[in-house]
Structures are given as structure tokens and as C-alpha cells.
């Protein structure tokens, strides 16, 4: 198609859908309005054949449009337009999902053609000015030469051309100043676009394409965005050294950017499937259904499943007035014995959860969490703001495992993340504030190898309380001998029998000693009640069409248990039993509970849930031993009892240094706790515990001083 052709063609499809009159608006507004959005399917339905032509012919089929926007504006816009040496950019919007190409199946047949890509933004560079049309005065005689810039390599005149009256030296006898006022530039911007990881199932690594993105198309994706972006496909040619290679590095000319509007796009749903998740919905065992398809090879452990059923489901996110938002994510921290599957437990939500990550803190830093500013010499050593596991898992699930094990600095890093649920980066000029609305799984191991039911989390763990207080619940996993062992070890041994089974059926027939029927109920045990990929679309399902409210039932029942709860605290000096972040934990188990089955509202049922799995993590972690709940004992270097204990043995060593000018004496301290009613082994852990914080010296021979010499 010639360019006569091309241009009549584009003029007569603008003309159909009045998009000449779009042009004039656009002129008008110029140069704060510098692009014509064009819809794809307007051309497809206009005419297929010549959309066909359009995206094999890209860059030549726009170059036209282009001018054919300009020659048809009125004379006085047009050069109005001309004035500025830029174009009104031709834009091609709304690819449909079909016809998008997943990133790792692009190949060398996509060069030079038209493709639409989605993703999620995995780092941005800084915005930065780029020539596009230089303005060159000859220093002999003043001339001034404009040169049009092709690609990224400086073009300058080879002579000051005598024919537009020039001297006519060539730039051996003279040389050229860019006059920077005079010249044209454009913003420049390059993109790293990773691939959802819905697209890379089965421990693929999700891959990534650079996108160069120019004039008004930057600055509108951060890292974390989820985006849809058509362009060109382009390829330059690698180097080694100074030696050009027969291996090309590609890249996509943007030419349209759109950000996802939809949360879970990148999870298709067919009617078929619509059908099958609102009929599961009404299964009045689905909760136990879904908790029996979190890690079937798992035995036990029903009530920390229960809750992570629910953590994939979350709760009602709301946004008060002035801005203010309430999250709705659920955090749970699983802590306890080595060997006890919290790893497999973390694995299996990652690949459950739509938009699931998984993390070792054992080997993330701060950056690889949160995001991180990092000068990329791949972009000409511009700073990159990169999105870490948090950002990425964006309307998602965070697993992070080996909690304990990361630093304290990559520790107080998650702060600000898993509660204002935002990414704040300031760093070499960058200032941004990233999303990472996700709920987070943690896992950690107690210091001493096994966890002691008597002692705090804050004591067994490396992690500090006001990192602990922001999980909504928090389950110790032990590993006790007891009258499960046998069923625990026949169900570890009927998955390896199984595993082994169905690797020897896959290339011979099982031998005569296993029996068939037995072989297949054993595999029924540990296959998921609903199928995984099933169960992800369910989930993604349910968090985008159902937002359920409180009734006054609920509401009631909620109100009842927290007050039931607080009235055992009222008592002078009285630990605190309960707070208002365990209030809130309800409410979003309660809005969790009600989104799996798909109600509109929360029934009393979902809150009697909530209720359950919150006393199960009381009894576990805040019960004080004597029928009560301590919530200090979570949510502080000291519970209760022992900031009673820390009071009365400082006040004891303050006593018998009186007669004791070298220290107290340990065993006398002790004595003189118990007379007062105090646990001899409690007051023997407060002390230590003093000692590590500083806040009591040891000396020599088991003597203690309080700081300051008393």
C-alpha cells in the first residue's frame, strides 16, 4: 500500500467515526493535550483487512496517520502544531485480551510488528529528557541547521549547508553549537514489564521486556502497576565489545499504556466456570471443603488451615472519609518446632493465592521486600525505582518465610507495609509511594529450637513486638509426642507410598503386592478436595464481585464476645485481655468467612467462625495460666505478671542493696519474690530478662546492681 493510499484509507476511517473532529480538539489543546486515541476495535469493525495491514506494517502505518492528522487540521491550527516541531501522536488503545501476547512467547516473527502485552510493572526508571530535533548554530557564520534525531545516537551537520544560506565549511573547517532554547526534546522513560505470574505456574520464573515509553506516555505506571501496553516491537544488535554480534536485544516502542482497572483481569473466568463457583458457594461444607484443599499431604493442624482459608478470602477493604483506608488483608505469622511443614504450609497459599509470592527472609533483604532505588547501567545508569515481593503481591498474598532470620534494619522495613499497606522509597531524588495491598504469611522458628508454651513470643523470637502486633493472628506449631503419632506417621507414610506409586505407574504397571483399590482411597486422601486451579479462580472470583456487610446480628454477636472479653480486664491491676486489633481481626475473619461462601452479608455463622478461630489463638498465645488472656504477652517485652514481677524485684534489690553495699544476692532475691507471693522460676526469667534489657547489672558472684549504682 502506497503512501497516497495509506493516507486516503486513514482519512476515510477517521471521518467514519468522527475522530477528524477528536484531531482539531486535540490541535486546540496543543501541546497539553498531544495525542488521538484511536479504539481497536473501531478498525476492526471498520475494516479487518486493513487493521491486518496495520499491525504487521506499524511504525509506516502511523507515520502516515500522523501526517494525515496534520494535513487534514484547519491552516491556522496546523501551523500552530508545526510551530511546536512535534507531532500529534497516533494511539492505538483497548487491545482485546486475545489478542495479546504473553511476553515469554514472543519471538523473532514479532519484530518490527505490532504486539500488546500485560504485566506488572517491575521497575521505572527516572524521567529524562531526550533530543529529538536539534537546532545547531555554525560558529563562523551563525547559521542555524536543524537536525532531525534518529534513536539514541547524537547526530550533528557535516556541513553548514550553503543552499539555505550557509557558508557552506564542512565540520573540518568549522563546528556547530547546539542551542539548547532552540532545540526540540521529548521525555524518555524505560519500563522492566514482568509477566503475571498466573502465566508462569510450576516454578517457571515469570519473564520480563524493557519498554521505552516517550513523550506524554510517561509517568503513567509505577513499579506494582498492573498494565496493558502496545507497541512496537523493535530489536537492536548486541555487542562484544566493539564488535557488533549477530544476536539482537529487544525492546517495545510504547505506544499506548493502561493501567488494569480490574484487580483479577489476569484471571479469566468462563460461564461455564461462573457457573460451577456459584454452585460450589451454596455447599454447605465449602469452608471444610476448601480447608481440606490447603496441603492435603499436610496431617492436622484443622484450625491454622481454617485461618488460612480465610487469609485467601480477606475482608472488606473500606476508605473513610478524608482518604483514610481500613485494610482488609488478613496477616498470620505461623512460629514453632523445626519440621513441623510451616515451609510446605507458605508454599501451598503461594500457589493457591491469585498473585501469590513467596520469600525467604533468609535471603531477601530490605529492597527485595519493599522496593528499592538501584542505578541500572542498563538504561544509561539512571536510577530505577524497583518494586520488591510486597509491591509484586499487590491485591495478592506475601509469603515470607525465615522471619526471624532477616535483620532488624529488613525488619522495620514491613512496618509501614503491612499496615498503612503502602511502600514509601526516598532515595537519589526518587520520592514514591508504592501499593502493596496484600496479606502477608509469615514463618519463624523460636531462637532456642522449640517453642516454649510458657514463655512470650517476643522472648523465643527475633522479631520485635511492634512487628507482632500487626498480625491478626499468630499460631505456635509444636511438635509434641502424643495419641496422634500413629496417624500422623501413617499418613506421612501413605504419601510417600502414593508419590512412589504413581512415579512407578507412570512407566511400568504397580506390582502384585499393591492392591489398586486400597492405592486410589489413599490417593483420594491426599488429593484437594477442589482442585488448585480451580480453587485460585474461586478465590480471585470471590474477592472481585462479593463485598459483604455487617448485619446487626453480626454486629451483636462481634460486640458480645469483645465485651465478654474486656469485662475480665476491668479488675485493678488486671492485665489487658483484648484490644482493638484483635476487634478488627474478627471483623475481617467474620467479611473472609462470609466472601467464601459468596454472601452479600455476614451471618451469624461467619462470625461464630471469626469468634472460633480468634479463642484458638488466645488459648494458645495470650492465656496468663490461670484462665484469663494477657494480650501483653504478645504485644510486649513483658507480660502482665512479669512487669508486675520487674516492679517488685527492682524494689527488692533496692531493699537489701541497703544492707548488701556490693549487690543483691541472687538466692536472696529470689527468697524474698516468693515470700511475696511471686513464682520463684518466673521471678528467676523476669531477672534474666532485666539483665539482657540492661535494665538491672549482673556482678560478680550472682550480685545485682540496678543502673546508676543502686
Known amino acids: ?15 467514519v467515526y468522527e475522530y477528524d473532529n477528536k484531531a482539531i480538539a486535540v490541535a486546540e489543546a496543543f501541546p497539553n493535550d498531544r495525542s488521538l486515541w484511536v479504539e481497536y476495535e473501531h478498525i476492526d469493525n471498520w475494516d479487518s483487512d486493513f487493521l491486518d495491514y496495520v499491525l504487521k506494517n506499524p511504525a509506516w502505518s502511523f507515520r502516515v496517520a500522523e501526517d494525515s492528522i496534520l494535513e487534514n487540521l484547519p491552516v491556522d491550527l496546523k501551523e500552530r502544531v508545526e510551530a511546536y516541531h512535534l507531532p500529534i501522536h497516533f494511539r492505538i488503545k483497548g487491545t482485546p485480551k486475545d489478542k495479546m501476547v504473553i511476553i515469554r512467547n514472543i519471538r523473532h516473527e514479532h519484530v518490527g510488528k505490532f504486539v500488546g502485552i500485560d504485566g506488572l510493572v517491575r521497575r521505572a526508571t527516572e524521567v529524562r529528557p ?26 550533528e551537520p557535516q556541513f553548514c549547508d550553503p543552499d539555505q544560506g550557509g557558508c557552506g565549511k564542512s565540520i573540518n573547517q568549522t563546528s556547530f553549537k547546539l542551542l539548547v532554547d532552540k532545540s526540540v526534546f521529548i521525555d524518555d522513560q524505560y519500563l522492566e514489564v514482568q509477566e503475571e505470574v498466573e502465566g508462569a505456574r510450576g516454578g517457571a520464573q515469570p519473564q520480563s521486556l524493557s519498554i521505552v515509553l516517550e513523550d506524554d ?7 506494582g502497576d498492573r498494565v496493558r501496553i502496545n507497541g512496537i516491537l523493535a530489536a537492536t544488535q548486541r555487542r562484544r565489545g566493539s564488535e557488533k554480534i549477530t544476536k539482537f536485544e529487544i525492546h517495545l516502542d510504547g505506544i499506548s499504556v493502561e493501567r488494569d482497572k480490574t484487580d483479577y483481569d489476569a484471571i479469566q473466568f468462563s460461564d461455564e466456570e461462573k457457573e460451577m463457583i456459584k454452585e460450589l458457594s451454596t455447599d454447605p461444607d465449602v469452608s471444610i471443603r476448601i480447608r481440606d484443599s490447603i496441603a492435603p499431604q499436610i496431617y492436622g493442624y484443622t484450625e491454622v488451615k481454617d485461618a488460612l482459608a480465610l487469609q485467601l478470602f480477606g475482608g472488606v477493604e473500606k476508605i473513610q472519609g478524608g482518604g483514610t483506608k481500613l485494610r482488609g488483608d488478613i496477616h498470620i505469622l505461623l512460629i514453632g518446632d523445626p519440621g513441623t511443614a510451616k515451609s510446605q504450609l507458605l508454599g501451598q497459599i503461594a500457589k493457591i493465592a491469585p498473585r501469590g509470592r513467596y520469600a525467604s527472609g533468609k535471603s531477601a533483604s530490605a529492597a527485595g521486600l519493599t522496593a528499592a532505588a538501584v542505578k541500572d547501567e542498563g538504561t544509561d545508569g539512571r536510577w530505577t525505582l524497583e518494586a520488591g515481593v510486597l509491591v509484586l503481591a499487590d491485591r495478592g498474598t506475601a509469603c515470607v518465610d525465615e522471619m526471624d532470620k532477616m535483620s532488624a534494619q529488613d525488619r522495620s522495613s514491613m512496618h509501614e507495609a503491612m499496615e498503612q499497606q503502602t511502600v514509601t522509597v526516598a532515595k537519589a531524588g526518587i520520592n514514591a509511594t508504592l501499593r502493596s495491598r496484600c496479606s502477608m504469611l509469615g514463618a519463624a522458628n523460636p531462637k532456642k529450637g522449640r517453642f516454649d508454651e510458657f514463655s512470650t513470643p517476643v522472648d523465643q523470637i527475633e522479631m520485635p513486638p511492634t512487628l507482632l502486633s500487626r498480625f491478626d493472628l499468630i499460631f505456635p506449631m509444636t511438635d509434641k509426642p502424643g495419641d496422634n503419632d500413629g496417624s500422623i506417621a501413617e499418613h506421612i507414610l501413605s504419601v510417600h507410598e502414593v508419590g512412589a506409586a504413581m512415579a512407578q505407574k507412570a512407566h511400568h504397571s504397580l506390582p502384585a503386592e499393591i492392591d489398586p483399590d486400597i492405592l486410589e482411597r489413599k490417593i483420594n486422601i491426599i488429593r484437594p478436595a477442589i482442585p488448585t486451579e480451580f480453587l485460585r479462580k474461586y478465590v480471585a472470583f470471590a474477592k472481585e464481585e462479593c463485598n459483604p456487610i455487617l448485619t446487626t446480628e453480626a454486629k451483636g454477636r462481634i460486640k458480645e464476645f469483645y465485651l465478654g472479653i474486656r469485662k475480665k480486664g476491668e479488675a485493678s491491676g488486671s492485665a489487658v485481655p483484648i484490644t482493638a486489633r484483635q476487634l478488627e481481626a474478627i471483623v475481617r475473619l467474620s467479611e473472609a468467612s462470609a466472601r467464601m461462601h459468596l454472601s452479600p452479608v455476614v451471618r451469624a455463622e461467619d462470625v461464630d467462625r471469626a469468634v472460633g478461630i480468634m479463642q484458638y489463638y488466645l488459648i494458645k498465645l495470650a492465656s496468663d495460666g490461670s484462665g484469663g488472656f494477657d494480650m501483653d504477652r504478645v504485644m510486649s517485652d513483658y507480660s502482665h505478671k512479669q512487669r508486675s514481677a520487674a516492679v517488685e524485684l527492682r524494689n527488692i534489690i533496692v531493699e537489701l542493696i541497703r544492707s548488701e553495699p556490693d549487690g543483691a544476692p541472687l538466692e536472696k532475691i529470689l527468697n524474698e519474690a516468693e515470700s511475696r507471693q511471686f513464682d520463684r522460676m518466673e521471678a528467676q526469667r523476669t531477672l534474666d530478662k532485666l539483665s539482657e534489657n540492661g535494665e538491672v547489672y549482673k556482678g560478680r558472684g550472682n550480685k545485682y546492681r540496678l543502673p546508676g549504682g543502686r
Open 130 to 155: 531526550r533530543l529529538v530535533s536539534g537546532a545547531f548554530q555554525c560558529t563562523r557564520c551563525g547559521y542555524v541547521t536543524r537536525i532531525k534525531q534518529e534513536g539514541l545516537k547524537f547526530m
Open 1 to 15: 500500500m502506497d503512501r497516497q493510499e495509506l493516507a486516503q484509507k486513514w482519512q476515510d476511517f477517521m471521518e
Open 217 to 223: 506516555l510517561v509517568g503513567t505506571a509505577l513499579p
